[in-house]
């Protein structure tokens, strides 16, 4: 059974750092194509990051310069190093994954998702 689990997040001052972890697990697993979400309450889930399976990466324009999506192809894992951190960034954040499995039909899954919160 393929698995994709969050890691990270939590509480952070403003100006702080933080980063996410997005692992994929299950038998003969490839995470391809990775997609950071956030959704704060009372607004819809924004597009933040996403890289490609070759390392192609698109940030939010709202995130360019303070935020890095990166993987890690041995460990099957996404990562989003956030930096310089802002209280508008406060929301869940969610990883959406396009996984691979030998012999099996390839799906995108969901994270199950991590509060971030900036605040003082």
């Known amino acids: 059974q393929v698995q994709l689990v969050q890691s990270g997040g939590g509480l952070v001052q403003p100006g702080g750092s933080l980063r996410l972890s997005c692992a994929a697990s299950?038998?003969?697993?490839?995470?391809?194509?990775v997609s950071w979400y956030r959704q704060a309450p009372g607004k819809q889930r924004e597009l933040v990051a996403t890289?490609?399976?070759?390392?192609?990466?698109n940030y939010a324009d709202d995130v360019k310069g303070r935020f890095t999506i990166s993987r890690d192809n041995a460990k099957n894992t996404v990562y989003l190093q956030m930096s310089s951190l802002k209280p508008e960034d406060t929301a869940v954040y969610l990883c959406?994954?396009?996984?691979?499995?030998?012999?099996?039909?390839?799906?995108?899954?969901w994270g199950q998702g991590t509060q971030v919160t900036v605040s003082s």
């Open positions: 299950g038998s003969g697993v490839h995470i391809s194509n």
């Open positions: 959406n994954a396009h996984i691979r499995q030998f012999l099996r039909p390839s799906n995108y899954y």
């Open positions: 890289i490609t399976d070759s390392g192609d990466t």
